[in-house]
DNA sequence: GAAGAATTGAGAACGATTTGCAATTGATCC
DNA sequence: GGATCAATTGCAAATCGTTCTCAATTCTTC
């Protein structure tokens, strides 16, 4: 890891108020080190770790972006029922699922207008809203 | 189920080309027995059909609800990565997800417009456009 | 009714994820 | 720099929703 990549990851991290340990630094790297966005499942993620030649055991991947997730770091994304995909941007925006090969990618939000939303029911409000543009490979 | 549930449940079956047995009539009567739309789960529907005094088994309800997606009869919705949802109802239409319950609703369709949508990227084609408006009870 | 095909269901198998818990590591205080 | 205590890690077992296997049952058709 470079030193900008440890400088984003160990900012990004004392920025949720976790500790900095050695695994949650090689995973942060790998999601934030270069400053892209980036979509991964638990697998993807430990397989990255483990092509990076890191030693983080799976159970750690789950367990910490399951931390992440509850720090705000990161946002769950559910589309496929199977597995969960985490995003590193936290900002609004939809998504674009590709059916062929189950990946996730971001879809320009800027593109995305929505002009009219039904309103929450009474008592309840929105809590977020979800758009996922499923594409099919022509 | 009276008479016109049950002509309600065989004509739905008999419109897919499935087989009206026992099993798929009792589960058809839960779904859209009452002509109204619904949402279940596998195990919400074994317990409906439990409740109702009909003996179906768990498995054949997973079976059933996937034949039935299969069939074009029942849509399948992910919005929560534990579970899956089956909603009767085919249109293209918004969700109301409440985090609370873990339920699902539908959403007037009428109330939502969305004047811009990205698109599809190069060699793909856009399959559908999921929208899931998320609650908070308040 | 008989024969063959489709369906059912009990239980085993599965894949993703979580959990229990002992060992290790990190932060803090002297 | 240690000692101390809490947080973290990671293996293995456990969980949970779902699918699969396959023998028994039920449908349809002749």
Chains 1, 2 share one sequence.
Not at 44 to 50: I, Q
Not at 85 to 103: G, K, L, R, V
């Amino acid at each position: 890891m470079t030193e900008i990549e440890t400088k984003r990851s160990s900012d990004w991290l004392a920025g949720a108020g976790l500790r900095p340990t050695r695994q949650r630094m090689t995973l942060a790297g790998l999601l934030v080190g270069d400053g892209q966005d980036r979509h991964v499942t638990a697998e993807s993620l430990f397989e990255a770790a483990s092509n990076a030649g890191e030693k983080v055991s799976l159970a750690t991947v789950y367990n910490t972006l399951r931390a992440f997730c509850d720090a705000g770091l990161v946002r769950e994304i559910t589309v496929d029922g199977s597995k969960s995909y985490f995003d590193t941007n936290m900002t609004d925006h939809p998504h674009f699922y590709w059916e062929d090969s189950a990946s996730l990618t971001d879809a320009p939000a800027e593109d995305l207008e929505i002009c009219k939303l039904p309103e929450a029911p009474a008592g309840a409000e929105i809590a977020s809203v979800d758009v996922v543009i499923r594409l099919r490979r022509t």
